[in-house]
């Protein structure tokens, strides 16, 4: 069973095929045993990778030059054309840029912590913590719209349950209109998305303190040091891997609440929670074929900068302890 | 003991939480709009079933229901044979194309769907692949291998290699190996990776809303994106069409949550 830990491991191999010293011996006694039929195991996973996946990834490149509509039989390169547009004047681009970073921002910090929290009080294999985690990881397994059309409730102005329960415990003037208010509406899809899968990556973080050799912890007890310190000293550095996972596959998610974001605003999407993937989808839509590959391609180099960004800064801060 | 205190505090409040949304919503399913609107947190008042006869007759989420069963277990069957012919060959080809295989096919993780779906549409243009159940098999499969290898491959790898080679002894060939020891012995990877897609594919709504046109091709996740703008507020509607949507998956979570955590964890990387 492939563990948190298997991203590095598989990449790591991977840099270095035959040099491991495992698989150096393996492919030795291996050599000439395994039978030339095997060979054409993998060809039809790559035929269709090829074909359906491969080919059309390095399409996109090409598309992204011209001003295709999809349909016309002839269009024109126009170069750095469409990337220009993009990220000079294009306004729609922008705020979904601009509205994807809130977004990124808020679901990759709270959530974060709160999985992280919510790990540390059930990281024990009791049987209410197991009822408890079964019942947190629940929402992922449901499908974006059906949590889309569950909040549209919760955040509905009038007759929502939130609005209800604000007025029942006598706080009225907190009451909101929710999606309604343009300049807050994706900070609430943020607490949807937070909603859905703080449970996903609470389970990630329970399988990184679970790894944490017990005495450490009882070695700083008899040091003195208290929770918040044995927090700082032992676990933060020692689940380092499960933060890097759990913080990488949060960004990319909200980069990708494409379903999520069609379910609260409908489509086409509103501008208050248009995000990219969402943009990308109406320019494709809208029959902008060309213009819509540019930015998927601006928007597949972001994820990568700010994941590998990412890195850097949670390194910087499990160095620092 | 302050631990404790905020501990069992912390975690009643976000039980509530996770909790009384989905009672909300599966007991809405049975009432009336006025009834909903009314007492929303309630009991419905009786158990009557005209919102289900509504939505799965005339507003026709049956046939949804159906395609949507009908693609996701082709594509997760497909998935999973493809996927482990391929995982098998590059844990067992020696060297450097093993290695290559893998990696060229697991690279497909960090590709969003968003980068090449354009290019993906034009060629299901071309090939009158669109508007049709096989097409979103095909997309299914091919978004699917990527993650299927990658868990499966690093499974298939940490098998004893004495398992393959006492089989080759006996004179059995690698068809032969793969199905009666490689496919029993990697049953936990099987599962895992097999739930992974399971809850991907019955949930996607991107490739569907790309392919498919017509409505009785629709799966369940377009169908009911399209309730939104019928239904703007019968939400006791749209509850109904949440709960049909989400019966199979919480019913299979239950049941084998063990492989959930383990398949969606596993998956977890997928870009």
């Not at chain 1, 007759?159 to 300049?183: K, P």
């Not at chain 1, 990319?252 to 409908?266: E, N, T, Y």
């Not at chain 2, 277990?73 to 012919?85: D, Q």
Request: glycine share 8%.
């Amino acid at each position: 069973m492939p563990t948190t830990t298997e991203p590095e491991w598989s990449t790591e191999s991977a840099r270095s095929p035959g040099h491991g010293r495992t698989s150096g011996r393996r492919g030795r006694r291996r050599a000439g045993r395994v039978h030339p039929a095997l060979y054409l195991f993998p060809l039809p996973a790559l035929a269709i990778y090829v074909v359906f996946f491969a080919m059309p990834t390095l399409q996109a490149v090409q598309y992204s030059g011209t001003n295709w509509d999809g349909f016309s039989a002839d269009y024109d390169n126009v170069g750095l054309g469409n990337f220009e547009r993009i990220l000079t004047g294009d306004d729609l681009f922008m705020n979904a840029l601009t509205n994807n970073l809130k977004f990124m921002l808020v679901v990759v910090v709270f959530q974060t912590i709160f999985a992280l929290g919510l790990a540390i009080f059930l990281v024990k294999n009791t049987t209410a913590s197991t009822l408890l985690r079964g019942l947190f990881f629940f929402p992922t397994v449901l499908s974006s719209v059906s949590v889309a059309y569950t909040w549209k409730f919760i955040y509905d102005p009038n007759f929502g349950l939130a609005n209800r329960v604000l007025e029942f415990v006598g706080l009225e003037q907190f009451t909101s209109s929710y999606l309604g208010n343009d300049t807050a509406a994706i900070y609430w899809v943020a607490i949807t998305q937070i909603w859905f899968h703080a449970g996903q990556m609470m389970v990630i973080f329970i399988a990184g303190l679970q790894s944490v050799p017990a005495e450490l912890y009882e070695v700083a007890e008899i040091d003195g040091a208290g929770k918040w310190k044995q927090f700082t000293a032992i676990t933060w550095p020692m689940i380092a891997p499960a933060t890097a996972i759990v913080v990488a596959y949060t960004t990319i998610q909200s980069f990708k609440a494409f379903d999520l974001i069609l379910g609260l605003s409908g489509n086409p999407p509103r501008y208050s929670m248009d995000i990219l993937s969402t943009r990308i989808y109406t320019g494709f839509a809208n029959s902008e074929f060309g213009y819509a590959a540019a930015e998927s391609l601006i928007f597949m180099a972001f994820i990568a900068a700010v994941v590998l960004a990412q890195r850097r800064i949670l390194k910087f801060t499990q160095k620092d302890v | 003991m302050r631990f404790n205190l905020t501990r069992g505090v912390v975690l009643t409040i976000y039980a509530v939480i996770i909790l009384v949304p989905l009672a909300v919503v599966f007991f809405g399913s049975f009432k009336t709009t006025p009834e909903l609107f009314d007492s929303p947190f309630g009991l419905p008042s009786s158990i009557s079933f005209d919102n289900y006869d509504t939505v799965l007759n005339e507003q026709n989420l049956s046939q949804a229901f159906l395609n949507s069963v009908l693609v996701t277990c082709s594509s997760v069957a497909l998935t999973l044979f493809i996927g482990s012919l391929a995982a098998y060959a590059t844990a067992r080809i020696p060297g450097w194309p093993g290695w290559l295989i893998f990696g060229f096919l697991v690279l497909g993780m960090t590709v969003p769907a968003q980068a090449n779906m354009i290019p993906q549409y034009a060629l299901f243009n071309q090939l009158g692949l669109l508007d049709s159940r096989i097409g979103l098999v095909i997309i299914n499969v091919v978004v699917g291998l990527p993650v299927a290898v990658f868990i499966l491959g690093g499974f298939m790898k940490t098998l004893p290699r004495e398992a393959y080679e006492a089989s080759s002894l006996d004179g059995a060939g690698p068809l032969r190996t793969y199905w009666s020891i490689v496919l029993p012995m990697s049953k936990p990877s099987l599962a895992a990776t097999a739930i992974f897609l399971f809850v991907i594919q019955w949930n996607d709504l991107l490739y569907p809303l790309l392919f498919i046109s017509s409505d009785s091709k629709k799966t369940i996740p377009l169908a009911l994106l399209d309730f939104q703008g019928q239904f703007l507020t019968d939400y006791p509607l749209l509850f109904t069409g949440v709960v049909i949507a989400s019966l199979p998956m919480a019913i299979t979570y239950v049941l084998l949550q063990r492989y959930f955590v383990a398949g969606i964890t596993a998956g977890a990387v997928k870009g």
